[in-house]
């Protein structure tokens, strides 16, 4: 048994307790009281620092390299292992991972092979022929993606309803915990982003299957056209949403539906490249944010990083904070997301019962969330109660 001695702790809820006490037993929470001063127990002491609910990465791509690398199996190997190991030195304690890695990373960290957060995998993209994750060269007929089972499988290129049940079990057979398509354009495949993709029965037969698992869809979906389409299909879960419009934020409400905007992709794209379509589409989704957030719409947060040496997941928090206030950030990359992937029993606050995931921070994110683009001010990132360490 250990006590965690919190200066202030955020609970991932809504509220704020200073001087509190979390007991942990056996890696899961079993009691949030106020610090009392007297423990017989293992003490962790936090006295001036913050604690919170571990991360939760709602949209990641750990497997997703770069195009055209020519790299061997165990250079893939290691750099996906490298960003799932960041990922939890910058207090991510769940991933989901949207598309790319499969089962085989998942399990890795579960058999403690590897030290990284827990891993929701979406498998492979589930996209149309032409469509968003279709990686092929304009004119080539073959696929260029990257596939090695057990690994990273970047996209099934599919058409026709049955073609889709097909790549989704495929998908479920290699350990996908839940499945993503595509339903418009986007940035890395060059545009489109106000298209519709895939039917509305290919989407069907997708959410059937889904569905047939205890599990959903969640689609990668830009234009409020494209959101609208996939809703009457049944997908409730959207990712990106950055050309949303008011009626479709209010029919979003309605339905149920979730939006996991991401902000920091966006952000990263144009400190390499610098165009005005990018800073136009950014300030679009700022506006999406704010309608989404507006009508009631639960957001989670995805930051949709990319690449090799995957660094600084957490600045989602704050362009996020920049747009609906730091505490409504915070949930977001806590509690409502872990509502979106329903797992909101076991992660994603700081109450008994729940995982034992906490991220402790020098500094106060409630009136300075730039802390969360400072690796330094982690001190330490606890998953399942094992203090796993600061950033590096
Ligand atoms: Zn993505």
New binding site residues.
């Given amino acids: 048994m250990t006590v965690v001695r919190c200066g202030q702790l955020i609970d991932g809820l809504g509220a704020v307790m200073p001087d509190a006490a979390v007991t942990v037993e056996d890696g899961r929470i079993t009691a949030v009281e106020p610090w009392t001063g007297e423990s017989s127990r293992t003490v962790l002491d936090y006295r001036d620092r913050t604690v919170m609910p571990g991360l939760i990465e709602a949209?990641g791509?750990m497997g997703l390299l770069g195009p055209g690398l020519q790299l061997s199996a165990a250079e893939i190997a290691a750099h996906v292992f490298a960003n799932v190991q960041q990922a939890l030195r910058e207090g991510f304690t769940t991933v989901r991972d949207?598309?790319g890695i499969d089962g085989g990373v998942a399990a890795c960290v579960n058999t403690g092979l590897l030290a990284g957060p827990r891993i929701l995998p979406s498998g492979p993209f589930i996209t149309q022929t032409g469509g968003h994750a279709d990686g092929r060269p304009v004119w080539h007929h073959h696929h260029g993606t990257t596939s090695i089972p057990g690994l990273v499988r970047v996209a099934l290129v599919c058409d026709g309803s049955d073609d889709v049940r097909r790549a989704v079990r495929e998908a479920f057979r290699h350990g996908a915990t839940q499945i993503k398509v595509c339903v418009s354009g986007g940035v890395s495949s060059g545009g489109g982003l106000d298209n519709c993709q895939m039917s509305v029965s290919e989407l069907q037969a997708a959410v059937e299957e889904a569905q047939a698992r205890h599990t959903y869809v969640h689609a990668?979906a830009h234009s409020a056209a494209s959101i609208r389409h996939a809703i009457a299909a049944g997908v409730r879960h959207f990712?990106h949403g950055s050309l949303l419009d008011e009626p479709t934020a209010d029919l979003m409400r309605e339905v149920g539906a979730s939006l996991v905007p991401?902000l920091l992709v966006l952000r990263r794209l144009i400190e390499e490249n610098d165009n005005a379509d990018l800073r136009a589409l950014l300030d679009s989704m700022r506006r999406s944010v704010k309608l989404a957030h507006e009508a009631g719409i639960p957001l989670g947060s995805g930051s949709?990083l990319l690449g090799m040496h995957q660094r600084g997941r957490a600045e989602e928090l704050v362009l996020k904070a920049e747009i609906i206030g730091p505490m409504a950030a915070i949930m977001s990359a806590t509690s409502v997301s872990a509502s979106i992937l329903g797992i909101a029993d076991r992660v994603g606050s700081v109450a008994p019962g729940l995982d034992a995931d906490l991220l402790v921070l020098d500094g106060d994110p409630l009136t300075d969330p730039a802390v969360f683009a400072r690796p330094e001010a982690i001190t330490a990132v606890l998953r399942g109660g094992v203090v796993t360490g600061p950033a590096t």
């Fill in positions: 949209h791509h949207a598309g990668h990712e991401t949709d």
